[in-house]
């Protein structure tokens, strides 16, 4: 078990459109600051000046990349993020929450999109993030056609309804392969992803990451 003041920690949470990701991770941070950590809450892509413009164009529906150059992207986005914001927070001891991180990736660039080996995205990412590596995942989990369910309405709640981005307007199928590659990764790495049931409601699933969490980190 690791004590939370020894060092910093990187914590990711992932999974497909509409799994509750912002929220689960708005209710960690406002808990674990409570305990007087630091935290700092960070997503990709757009996280950077630079990354606010790659967002911008990666999830522009009338954009088309190939895998290749859609991985390369996707990586010098992490680059920028490593290098002016998890490293530095994590150097001074923060707890570093991400919504969405390596694990993202390796399933919509290399699993689903097939035309890169996983194990290449894996040299990459590792090339990238070098020591900034996610010590815990929280992958939330639910069906395909639920989350796109949840995508929608929170579209129509902030007004976006009609302007899905490039993600959300993939077909079920696609959705449905997003699934199969987060949970084959999470049998691959058990001992860092943790699966959670993000078909509950929102308190519930909260119980679950922070039983989940308390049983990993000692909290002083």
Request: net charge positive; glycine share 6%.
């Given at each position: 078990?690791?004590?939370?003041?020894?060092?910093?920690?990187?914590?990711?949470?992932?999974?497909m459109e509409g799994c509750g990701k912002s929220t689960q991770i708005a209710l960690l941070a406002g808990r674990l600051r409570g305990l007087g950590?630091?935290?700092?809450?960070?997503?990709?892509?757009?996280a950077t000046a630079l990354g606010l413009e790659l967002r911008k164009l990666l999830l522009d529906p009338a954009y088309d990349p190939d895998a290749l150059t859609e991985m390369l992207l996707y990586l010098?986005?992490?680059?920028?993020?490593?290098?002016?914001?998890?490293?530095?927070?994590?150097?001074?001891?923060?707890?570093v929450l991400l919504d969405r991180y390596v694990d993202s990736t390796w399933v919509y660039q290399g699993f689903v999109d097939r035309r890169l080996e996983t194990a290449r995205v894996d040299q990459f990412n590792h090339l990238v993030v070098g020591n900034c590596w996610p010590q815990l995942t929280f992958l939330l989990d639910c069906p395909a056609e639920i989350g796109l369910q949840r995508a929608l309405r929170r579209n129509q709640e902030n007004g976006s309804v009609g302007v899905a981005d490039r993600f959300e307007r993939r077909r079920l199928d696609f959705h449905e392969a997003v699934r199969r590659g987060f949970l084959t990764l999470a049998a691959r790495e058990p001992e860092r992803i943790q699966v959670v049931d993000a078909t509950c409601g929102i308190e519930d699933m909260h119980a679950v990451i922070w039983r989940e969490f308390v049983k990993k980190y000692a909290l002083r």
């Open positions: 078990m690791v004590k939370l003041a020894d060092s910093g920690l990187l914590l990711t949470f992932e999974g950590r630091e935290v700092v809450v960070s997503r990709e892509p757009g010098a986005d992490r680059a920028e993020h490593c290098r002016l914001v998890v490293a530095p927070a994590l150097r001074r001891k923060a707890l």
